[in-house]
């Protein structure tokens, strides 16, 4: 039984490695691993799905930068050292070096079971590490399975902002989207078709676009009838060279803590705004709709 377990968890592994190895044959451990699990049908229909990450290049960017960097890192560690604990906990001899944190032999946690009474500290940069930093690596190797959906044969949701290229073959075509999202609130959608291709394109629009959200086609603007927090459509025939331009400009808000309604965040679009600080700030604000509880508030 320890065995098998080893077994699921060095595939999974190389699962949330595949798209940082470009260089594996299709033929692979992993692929035949993710090929070989069972599939369970959804309790609902969906409305859209996901295409496959091999579908989705992404392209010079924060977000591939992040992933270059991720992959870096993830290639760094030594297979041995990581396997330490499991391989002790299975009866395996081992004679690597432990990483720590969660990973040492002698350590409450060891082997990914807690106790329930013990508490976490904060790692060191390259010894010591706990399962839920970690818990985020593996997203860098999937920011390509939530930035296109399609509905069916007619349908495309532009659903993240982010640098990329989608080849969705069966349509014989290729989405190219431009954009320092989120540097800017901005991006540019090119096409290139095999030939002309009837297809609904969905564009999101973010909710806290609430003024100046703008869509020009070939340079001609689009009437929108949508709300913020939902999809702008556009239905038509798509050919090569066609072009889609998305402005979203970011605002300064706030937005209240859904516990406190009197304690809030700043953000500017999508970003959440901090400042660095040496010591305790306490910062007051008036609040013009609940004038007679005091009328200011600790951020």
Request: aromatic share 10%; proline share 7%; with cysteine.
């Amino acid at each position: 039984m320890q065995s098998r377990w080893l077994s699921l968890v060095a595939g999974s592994l190389l699962i949330a490695l595949l798209p940082l190895l470009p260089g594996l044959a299709a033929d692979s451990a992993a692929t035949r691993v993710r090929e070989s699990k069972e599939k369970v049908a959804p309790l609902v229909t969906l409305r859209a799905e996901p295409f496959r990450l091999e579908d989705v290049r992404l392209l010079d960017g924060l977000f591939k930068h992040a992933m270059e960097l991720d992959r870096k890192y993830l290639l760094s560690l030594e297979a041995d050292r990581l396997l330490h604990v499991f391989r002790l906990r299975a009866g395996v001899p081992s004679t690597a070096k432990p990483y720590g944190g969660w990973m040492a032999p002698d350590h409450v946690s060891r082997g990914l079971v807690f106790d329930p009474k013990c508490r976490k500290e904060y790692c060191s940069p390259e010894d010591s590490f706990w399962c839920c930093t970690g818990t985020g690596v593996e997203n860098h190797a999937k920011y390509g399975d939530s930035i296109y959906f399609r509905q069916g044969a007619t349908g495309l949701y532009v659903n993240l902002f982010i640098a990329s290229e989608l080849s969705w073959q069966a349509k014989g075509l290729t989405l190219r989207q431009e954009t320092k999202y989120p540097q800017e609130g901005r991006t540019r959608l090119s096409f290139t078709c095999a030939k002309p291709v009837e297809l609904t394109l969905h564009i999101r629009h973010p909710y806290w676009a609430v003024s100046g959200f703008r869509i020009h086609i070939n340079g001609v603007e689009q009437p929108l009838q949508n709300e913020p927090g939902s999809y702008a459509t556009a239905a038509r025939e798509w050919s090569s060279g066609d072009t889609v331009e998305v402005a979203m400009p970011f605002t300064l808000r706030t937005e209240a803590f859904r516990d406190n309604p009197r304690r809030v965040a700043f953000l500017r679009g999508p970003l959440v705004l901090c400042a660095g600080t040496k010591g305790p700030v306490a910062v007051l604000l008036a609040l013009p709709s609940q004038p007679k509880k005091g009328g200011s508030l600790i951020v």
